[in-house]
């Protein structure tokens, strides 16, 4: 029932911007972490970008001052805004959060399917 649909991946030159969006709906009683995975071709589903509970972030160093990562609980919504992109960003980006359903719930993490970011040279 619950779902995540990432959007916003577009194709982008480098040094280029790009905000990445993701809502969740279904039964949801409360998010507690949310945050970001990447693909490129070729290579495993990287970390990315994290924001808690207590709205810390952390961040993978090769995006370190580059990407900025929000979260908006009302509207159950986590964004990765992606700045002076390089064709090294190029992936598929996904999102999760770790997502309680009920009250005194265990919290699980969901995924989305994913949306393609391609930085051109």
């Not at 693909?39 to 370190?64: C, L, M, W, Y």
Request: one cysteine or more; aromatic letters at 12%; proline letters at 2%.
């Amino acid at each position: 029932q619950v779902q995540l649909v990432e959007s916003g991946g577009d194709l982008v030159q480098s040094g280029g911007s790009l905000t990445l969006s993701c809502e969740a709906s279904g039964k949801i009683f409360s998010i507690k972490e949310m945050g970001w995975y990447r693909q490129a071709p070729g290579n495993q589903r990287d970390f990315v970008a994290h924001i808690s509970e207590i709205n810390t972030t952390d961040f993978i160093a090769s995006v370190k001052g580059r990407f900025l990562i929000s979260r908006d609980d009302a509207k159950k919504r986590v964004y990765l805004k992606m700045n002076n992109l390089k064709p090294e960003d190029t992936a598929v980006y996904y999102c999760y959060m770790h997502i309680l359903r009920f009250r005194d719930d265990y919290d699980l993490r969901y995924w989305g399917q994913g949306t393609r970011v391609t930085v051109s040279a």
